[in-house]
Nanobody, 123 residues
Framework: VQLQASGGGLVQAGDSLRLSCAAS????????MGWFRQSPGKEREFVAA????????YYADSVKGRFIISRDNTRNTMYLQMSSLKLEDTAVYYC?????????????????WGQGTEVTVSS
């Protein structure tokens, strides 16, 4: 599946932003989808994941309570609603797709990746 992330931008701390990940192909609804991010000088880290049905969602502790992952299988699109943004949320955000639901925190288990969208949070 081909993925296209969008929605990044420059915001102030405390603001909200919604990222989108548009997928091509008719099998989007069969994939576990995830968001990862990478800041300069840091390793890529897991942010959130959602099961194929949307019924199960997983979050990194650092974003729990502030970010919401969702998907619309009729639109082949996944979203990440980010609220109460902090300076440390600044990163390039990537969406990814994988088969199965195991090891959803491990980026190495994801087969397809989007190009990334940059989020910058300023004070």
């Amino acid at each position: 599946v081909q993925l296209q992330a969008s929605g990044g931008g420059l915001v102030q701390a405390g603001d909200s932003l919604r990222l989108s990940c548009a997928a091509s192909g008719r099998t989007f609804s069969s994939y576990t989808m995830g968001w990862f991010r990478q800041s300069p000088g840091k390793e890529r880290e897991f942010v959130a994941a959602i099961s194929w049905s949307g019924n199960t969602r997983y979050y990194a502790d650092s974003v729990k309570g502030r970010f919401i992952i969702s998907r619309d299988n009729t639109r082949n699109t996944m979203y990440l609603q980010m609220s109460s943004l902090k300076l440390e949320d600044t990163a390039v955000y990537y969406c990814a797709a994988k088969g199965g639901s195991s090891y959803y925190r491990d980026g190495r288990t994801y087969n397809d990746w989007g190009q990334g969208t940059e989020v910058t949070v300023s004070s």
